[in-house]
């Protein structure tokens, strides 16, 4: 599977951006994250939506900010970011999984991974 993120750029602090997640094929049995990380720091833990869409799960400064949905007509998942804050500077990358019972927020859990797409938050 090839995924392919879209959707980063600069944003205002406060801004609501929607990142993209395009999937070369059928995503619904995948479990779907996103990931993000900055320089010098371990990849971070966004969020999951589970396969055929059935649980979503977020870190928990994430929590009540931001949004997982998968469209999985369009092999596509979207993050929703809400208030975002200057330290939500990050690449962001998605990832999909093919395991159900592997950790969804472990990095190394992942089968699949987008190449990342930066979003800067200015203050």
């Known amino acids: 599977v090839q995924l392919q993120a879209s959707g980063g750029g600069l944003a205002q602090a406060g801004g609501s951006p929607r990142l993209s997640c395009a999937a070369s094929?059928?995503?619904?049995?995948?479990?779907m994250g996103w990931f993000r990380q900055v320089p010098g720091k371990e990849r971070e833990f966004v969020a999951v939506?589970?396969?055929?869409?059935?649980?979503?799960y977020y870190a928990d400064s994430m929590k009540g900010r931001f949004t997982i949905s998968r469209d999985n007509a369009k092999n596509t998942v979207y993050l929703q970011m809400n208030s975002l804050k200057p330290e939500d500077t990050a690449v962001y990358y998605c990832?999909?999984?093919?395991?159900?019972?592997?950790?969804?927020?472990?990095?190394?859990?992942?089968?699949?991974w987008g190449q990342g797409t930066l979003v800067t938050v200015s203050s």
């Open positions: 094929e059928q995503i619904s049995s995948y479990d």
């Open positions: 990832a999909g999984k093919r395991s159900y019972y592997s950790d969804y927020s472990r990095p190394t859990a992942y089968d699949y």
């Open positions: 939506t589970r396969r055929y869409g059935v649980n979503t």
